[in-house]
Structure formats: C-alpha cells, structure tokens
C-alpha cells in the first residue's frame, strides 16, 4: 500500500479508538456527574422534588447521549480532514526527497530540497543538501580534472608530433629530435607521476611514517638540497636559526617535499639578485615554517586558487616548469599531517608557511 492512504488509515484508526474511548469514558463517568446534577436539582426544587429524581436522572442522560451521538460524525469528518491534510504534508516531504534522490542518482547535482521548518524531515532535507553539494563538487573537479589531462597531455603530444614531421622534412636532425622527444616524455612522465600522487593524497591513501625530529633538521636538510640550484640562478637563499623549537611529529620524508615545492617555486619565481629565506618559529602547539621570497607576488584574486589542482596564475610562463599540482599535493600532505600550509603575498613577494604540530612532551 502507498504511504499516503498507509498513513491516513493509521490516523483514521486512532482517530476511532479515541473516539471508541471517549464514548466509553463518558459512559462510565456520566452516572456520577448526572447523579450529582441531578442531587442538586432537587435541592433546589424543594420537598417535592425526590419525587422526580428517576425522571430528571433518565432525561439527563438521554440529552447527553442524544447530544453525543449527533456531534460524533462530524467530529468523525473534521478529525479525518485533519489527518487528510497531515498525511498529506508528510507524503509531501517524502515525495520531495525521492524526486531529489532521482534527480540526484540521474546526474542532476544542482537539485536542492526546501528547507523550511524545524522538524525531522526538514533536517533530513538539510543533510540531503549537503549531501548533493559535496557530489557536486566532487562531479565538478571530476570533470575538471579530465579536462585538465587532456589539456596537459595535448600540449606535449602536438610537440612530439610536430618533431617528428620537421624530422621528415629534414628540419631537425634525429638528434635534435631524440633529446627533443626525451624532454617532451620527462614532462608526461612527471605528469604521470605527479597525477598519481594527487589522487592519492586526495583520497586519503598516501602512508605516513611519521617521527619525532628537531625542525632544524627539516631546514637543514631543505636547504641542502637547494643551495646549488639556487647559487647558480643567481638567487640568495638564507637559512634562519631555528633557536629553542621543541620538536615536531611528522613525516620526515613528506615534510621535506613540501619545503622543496615551496623552495623550487620560490627559485623559479624569484628574479636573479633577489632572495629566499628560509624560517622556523613557535606558535602554540604548532611549529611554523616559511618560505619568503622577493618575487613579484600573486595577485590577490589568484592567491585562494593556487592550490587547486593545475592551477597557474602565468600559464604561458610555467608551463614545463611545473605540472601545476605541486601546491594541491602540498596542502593535501601537510593537512594529512595534522598541520596545514598558507599563502600570503604583496608585490614585494611571498610568504608561503607550512604549519606542523609540535610532537607531545611525555
Ligand atoms: P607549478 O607546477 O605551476 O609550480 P604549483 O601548484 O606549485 O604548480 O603552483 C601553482 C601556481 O602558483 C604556479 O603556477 C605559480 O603561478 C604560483 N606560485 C607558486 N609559488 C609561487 C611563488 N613563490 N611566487 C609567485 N607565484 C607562485
């Protein structure tokens, strides 16, 4: 059976055994209260009236019942209109609901519930909601995502196209063109890679070993790895003294790759004579690590989308420089690490500070 007549049913029952019980009640009280009426009558009337109590007594109780009887119809009509009206917003509700769970499991993620009132259903409606904004996110970067690739893939791929025809036309030599083709795979390759990585972190797979280490130890070793690269650019690269830090729980490894997108974006952005600090300070619970370069900034409107997966303030300009996902792998590692990572810019430069948790003194 639909909800619909289910429900106007179970209301019309306890509509009936409330008025089943009502009749019988009143039956069982009505003696009483009649008897007591009647009493008072009586003394009202005089000598002559206990005479007439039987009488008084049967009339009484004939009026009620004749009274009872003729209202309980339309009783019975007013209380099963009620229970028409409120099955009917209930069914309404949930009408709502399979209309937007369809609507939702055909691909239509813009479908929302109202949300008016406070009652379970209306809560219901609130999670459902939600529940489509998340799926539509989740839709939207799938779609931007494959978009993404097959922009990123085009590129390479009309490259090694158009090396292979100036091959044939005697253009290039098969030199020029092999060490052209080795550099075009690289970048699909890191590509490949950097796109594996993303979807890990994004879902949450990605294993962390994590420690307990000095966070001079996390700067040392960032630094190390990047002094000659920045030494040949041109580029001034500091290391602040990290004095008095307690010690950090995170992963050694992970930490290290977020400090080296940090430093190489920071290299590749930063002009020839400028410079690059690399700092550590306490704050809370929290160690926090900065990357501050002299770049010429990011624009504010683009500073919120820098860590979107292959997002590029200068597409033209990075491209082969990066596979745009180094922030979104950044971010994603650092909050897999209970920490986060932050921007702020001016034209003067920008200051990139990677939150880690400090580690628990037992
Ligand atoms: P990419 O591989 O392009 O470097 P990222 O995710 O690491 O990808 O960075 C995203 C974009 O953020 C870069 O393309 C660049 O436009 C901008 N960006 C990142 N770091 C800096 C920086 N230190 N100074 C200026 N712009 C930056």
Not at 211 to 217: T, V
Request: glycine share 8%; charged share 20%.
């Amino acid at each position: 059976m639909k909800l619909y007549p289910r429900l106007f049913l179970s209301h019309l029952l306890v509509i009936c055994v409330a008025l089943g019980a009502v009749l019988l009640i009143s039956e069982t009280l009505a003696s009483a209260f009649i008897r007591h009426h009647v009493a008072q009558m009586i003394t009202l009337i005089g000598p002559d009236g206990a005479s007439l109590r039987p009488d008084l007594e049967r009339g009484v109780r004939s009026t009620l019942n004749a009274a009872l009887l003729a209202s309980l119809p339309l009783a019975l009509v007013v209380a099963a209109l009620t229970a028409l009206f409120s099955a009917r917003r209930v069914v309404k509700s949930v009408e709502l609901l399979r209309d937007g769970s369809h609507a939702i499991a055909t691909g239509n993620y813009e479908r929302r519930l109202p949300e008016e009132g406070r009652d379970e259903l209306t809560d219901v409606a609130r999670h459902f909601n939600r529940m489509a904004a998340a799926l539509q996110t989740v839709e939207q970067g799938r779609v931007e995502l494959i978009s993404n690739v097959a922009h990123e893939l085009r590129t390479p791929l009309s490259a090694l196209r158009g090396y292979a025809e100036a091959m044939n036309d005697g253009v290039m030599t098969p030199e020029a063109v092999s060490g052209a083709i080795l550099r075009e795979t690289a970048a699909m390759e890191r590509l490949a890679q950097d796109l594996s990585v993303v979807s890990r972190v994004e879902a949450g797979a990605v294993e962390l070993h994590s420690s307990d280490f000095a966070p001079s130890a996390l700067l040392l070793d960032a630094f190390e790895r990047f002094a000659g690269a920045y030494e040949e650019r041109g580029v001034a690269l500091f290391r602040a003294e990290a004095v008095a830090l307690p010690p950090i729980t995170a992963d050694f490894e992970r930490a290290s790759q977020i400090l080296a997108n940090l430093l190489g974006n920071a290299l590749r952005h930063t002009p020839r004579g400028g410079h690059v600090t690399l700092g550590a300070e306490h704050q809370g619970g929290d160690v926090l690590f900065t990357v501050m370069d002299t770049g010429g900034g990011i624009p504010p409107e683009h500073l919120d989308r820098i860590f979107e997966r292959f997002y590029r303030v200068d597409p033209a300009r990075t491209r082969g420089d990066g596979s745009g996902v180094g922030l979104t792998i950044a971010r994603g590692l650092a909050a897999r690490m209970g920490g986060s990572l932050t921007v702020s810019s001016s034209p003067q430069g920008s200051i990139f500070t990677l939150k880690l948790l400090a580690a628990h003194v037992h």
